[in-house]
C-alpha cells in the first residue's frame, strides 16, 4: 500500500508541524501578524504555529496524551486526530521529518455553529503547507510526499489555546 500524508480523511484536517526550531522561527516570521479585535495582546499565529508543532512532536512520539493537548476534547480536531494517530499506531510505522509551514494567519467571522460551540473561539483563516515525511517500519522506510499548499480555517478556544475543529476554506 502507498504511504499517505498524516491527515484524516476530512478535508482540511491539519497536517503536522515541524518540531525543528529553525523551521518554527521561520513559520512565526511569516505569519506574526497581531490578529485585531479582542485579540487582547495575543499573537495568535505564535499560537497556531506552536500548536502545529506540538502536534508533530505528538504524532511522531506517537504519544497519545500529547496529541489531545492540542485539541478540544471531543471536539471534530480531537476526533480526526485520534484517528490519525490510531491509523498510525496500526500500521506498526513510525513518522520523521515532518515539517509543516503555518503562513498567512488572518483573523475570519467565526461562523455561527462554531460560535453557538465554543463561544470563547476565534476562528482563523491560515495556509498549510507540509513537505515530503518518512514512514519508517518493518518493511523499510519509505517517503510520504508533500502536501501543496491549502487554505484552511481553524477554530481555536484559549485557556489553554486549542484548535477544535479545522475546515476547508470555501
Known amino acids: 500500500s502507498s504511504a499517505r500524508p498524516l491527515t484524516s480523511a ?15 522561527a ?3 516570521a511569516t505569519a506574526s501578524t497581531q490578529v485585531p479585535g479582542g485579540s487582547g495582546g495575543v499573537d495568535v499565529a505564535g499560537v497556531v504555529v506552536g500548536l502545529s508543532a506540538a502536534r508533530d512532536r505528538a504524532l511522531m512520539a506517537g504519544d497519545a496524551t500529547a496529541l489531545a493537548a492540542t485539541t478540544v476534547p471531543g471536539s471534530p480536531a480531537a476526533e480526526a486526530d485520534t484517528r490519525v494517530l490510531t491509523e498510525l499506531l496500526d500500521s506498526g510505522e513510525g513518522v520523521g521529518e515532518l515539517h509543516t509551514s503555518v503562513s498567512q494567519v488572518a483573523e475570519v467571522t467565526l461562523p455561527d455553529d462554531a460560535a453557538a460551540q465554543w463561544p470563547s473561539a476565534r476562528a482563523l ?16 522506510t519509505r517517503t510520504v510526499p508533500a502536501l501543496q499548499p491549502r487554505q484552511v480555517m481553524l477554530v481555536v478556544v484559549p485557556a489553554p489555546w486549542r484548535v477544535a475543529d479545522i475546515r476547508a476554506v470555501k
Open 125 to 140: 483563516q491560515v495556509t498549510l503547507s507540509q513537505s515530503a515525511s518518512t514512514r519508517s517500519g518493518p518493511e523499510g
Open 26 to 28: 521561520s513559520s512565526v
Open 10 to 24: 476530512r478535508a482540511g484536517a491539519l497536517p503536522a508541524g515541524s518540531p525543528s526550531p529553525a523551521v518554527a
